[in-house]
């Protein structure tokens, strides 16, 4: 049976910063406010069926889980991303959920890292 991929390589992200476990719990936090901040303004670009402000914020998202190496919520971010910029609204539904579970995949992950100090899963 196979197992989802991580929603977030922290191994990468620690050899990235030095294996600063506190540098990498400080970007985190910068991440996680920035998420929650443009899945806000995701909600409220959906309901306004706002194609080019939703394209803006889920590149944005793309790029800063990209660097975290984040990359599953990158690549649905990416997905919604382009299906704003081609305007099919059904598909941009879809995307947009799957944005948002994968977001909080990522969340719960970043708080079990957090609980969990001596891991890096």
């Known amino acids: 049976m196979s ?9 990468a992200l620690l050899e990235m ?3 600063k476990r ?27 069926q706002d194609s080019e402000s939703l394209r803006q914020i889920a590149h944005r998202i793309k790029g800063t889980s990209a660097n975290l190496h984040a990359t599953m919520l990158s690549s649905i971010a990416r997905e919604l991303e382009s299906a704003c910029a081609e305007a099919d609204y059904g598909l941009v539904t879809l995307k947009y959920d799957m ?15 957090r609980e969990h100090p001596d891991t890096d899963q």
């Open 17 to 19: 910063l030095g294996g």
């Open 22 to 48: 506190e540098v990498v719990a400080s970007l985190l936090d910068t991440f996680l406010a920035e998420l929650d901040a443009d899945i806000v303004a995701s909600r409220q670009a959906v309901a306004a």
């Open 3 to 11: 197992h989802p991929a991580a929603p977030i390589d922290f191994s």
């Open 99 to 113: 944005m948002c579970a994968q977001s909080q995949r990522l969340i719960d992950a970043i708080q079990h890292w």
